[in-house]
């Protein structure tokens, strides 16, 4: 598998399930069961563009020599982002479950649910970056 397919996914996800987070606050400011419908269906999106970008990932992680120095952070991207793919899958299975309707009690547990989605995909990118501008991984060397 070329090793470019992951950056090409990366995006979507990202993109996606920042996007599910405005939305489903938007219906909750605004009230307006459209936003929550939207932010549904950007949820499911942005869960087939994590599971793709996480497959996609595994795959290149198998080719990174077992002595590269960049081993410990890409084991750190790689279960992190797991966990975000989990988190966000969480809040599929809640949201289902509720219809997008929750107590007061349970929408503080969703808003704090979201946080840490977020964070998590946050730190993701972040060590996804350290791979490639401090360790060069995925990047072909420049021709002299």
Request: glycine residues 10%; positive net charge.
């Amino acid at each position: 598998m070329p090793s470019n397919l992951h950056p090409l996914f990366v995006h979507f996800p990202i993109a996606l399930l920042l996007s599910y987070v405005a939305l489903d606050w938007a219906g909750r400011i605004w009230k307006d069961r459209a936003f929550t419908q939207a932010a549904w269906y950007t949820l499911l999106l942005g869960l087939a563009g994590t599971l793709v970008t996480v497959i996609t990932g595994l795959l290149v992680a198998r080719g990174l020599p077992a002595d590269s120095p960049a081993l410990t952070t890409l084991n750190l991207h790689k279960s992190i982002g797991i966990a975000t793919f989990v988190v966000f899958g969480l809040q599929a299975v809640c949201y289902a479950r509720n219809r997008g309707t929750y107590t007061r009690g349970k929408q503080a547990l969703h808003t704090v649910i979201q946080l840490i989605g977020v964070a998590l995909l946050v730190t993701t990118g972040y060590f996804g970056g350290e791979l490639v501008y401090t360790f060069g991984v995925g990047v072909s060397a420049l021709l002299p």
